[in-house]
């Protein structure tokens, strides 16, 4: 399968404890996006990055929050010190070019804090 | 900064009938507007995307439009399909792919 792949798939954990979801894109892609989800909610844009230069970052995205992308490969969002507020469907997304385009998307990663 | 809205943020239809989504966007310098559709446990997958250059779009049973003087555009899916039922989203980039998403409609075909 060549498409975008997140993992864990699903996370529960407690309150106050740190999380790191993984983000594998689409090999060939340059760009690679964070975003988040809640229940009944358009994705949120968290981060993103061309290469390993991690260009923008959201306001959503607090200091307890840090995404990595080494080499220009695949990715890692943290988040420390977990909040309940922090459920949500995190997805990763990857495009290619430098124009605006399709981006892809992978299944995502689902936080449930409790 | 950048602020897509979406309406209605459910639609049921027959099965046969069309189905109409719009968005409104809040910057003038956006110039990319994709639609995504999203299934259950799973991640937006791009049905069509048309760019600032360009009022209209179609592929199949699926068009949109985009009005730039206004800041709307529009999906338009024609001969709805029960496999047609999922969430579609509307968004909107000025540069760098970033994309801003509206809030989403379910759209429900009953057969």
Same mark, same amino acid.
């Given at each position: 399968?060549?498409?975008?792949?997140?993992?864990?798939?699903?996370?529960?954990?407690?309150?106050?404890?740190?999380?790191?979801?993984?983000?594998?894109?689409?090999?060939?892609?340059?760009?690679?996006?964070?975003?988040?989800?809640?229940?009944?909610?358009?994705?949120?844009?968290?981060?993103?990055?061309?290469?390993?230069?991690?260009?923008?970052?959201?306001?959503?995205?607090?200091?307890?929050?840090?995404?990595?992308?080494?080499?220009?490969?695949?990715?890692?969002?943290?988040?420390?010190?977990?909040?309940?507020?922090?459920?949500?469907?995190?997805?990763?997304?990857?495009?290619?070019?430098?124009?605006?385009?399709?981006?892809?998307?992978?299944?995502?990663?689902?936080?449930?804090?409790? | 900064?950048?602020?897509?809205?979406?309406?209605?943020?459910?639609?049921? *239809?027959? $099965?046969?009938?069309?189905?109409? @989504?719009?968005? !409104?966007?809040?910057?003038? +310098?956006?110039?990319?507007?994709?639609?995504?559709?999203?299934?259950?446990?799973?991640?937006?997958?791009?049905?069509?995307?048309?760019?600032?250059? *360009?009022? $209209?779009?179609?592929?199949?049973? @699926?068009?949109? !439009?985009?009005?730039?003087? +206004?800041?709307?555009?529009?999906?338009?899916?024609?001969?709805?399909?029960?496999?047609?039922?999922?969430?579609?989203?509307?968004?909107?980039?000025?540069?760098?792919?970033?994309?801003?998403?509206?809030?989403?409609?379910?759209?429900?075909?009953?057969?």
């Amino acid at each position: 399968d060549t498409g975008v792949s997140q993992d864990p798939r699903h996370k529960i954990t407690k309150r106050g404890q740190n999380v790191t979801f993984r983000c594998d894109p689409i090999s060939e892609h340059n760009r690679l996006y964070w975003y988040r989800q809640t229940l009944g909610q358009g994705p949120e844009f968290l981060t993103y990055f061309q290469n390993e230069a991690q260009l923008e970052k959201s306001r959503l995205l607090s200091d307890r929050f840090s995404a990595e992308r080494p080499k220009g490969s695949f990715s890692t969002l943290e988040i420390q010190r977990t909040e309940q507020g922090d459920s949500a469907m995190y997805l990763c997304a990857s495009s290619l070019g430098q124009a605006a385009g399709e981006l892809f998307f992978g299944e995502g990663s689902r936080l449930t804090v409790l | 900064g950048e602020n897509v809205e979406q309406h209605p943020s459910t639609l049921s *239809v027959q $099965e046969g009938d069309s189905a109409v @989504i719009k968005c !409104t966007y809040s910057d003038s +310098a956006s110039n990319y507007f994709p639609w995504y559709k999203q299934e259950l446990g799973k991640g937006p997958q791009l049905i069509i995307d048309i760019r600032s250059n *360009v009022g $209209e779009k179609k592929d199949q049973r @699926i068009a949109v !439009t985009l009005n730039k003087t +206004a800041k709307h555009f529009s999906l338009h899916i024609t001969e709805t399909q029960p496999e047609d039922s999922a969430v579609y989203f509307c968004a909107a980039s000025m540069y760098r792919g970033k994309l801003i998403f509206g809030q989403g409609t379910e759209l429900s075909v009953k057969p």
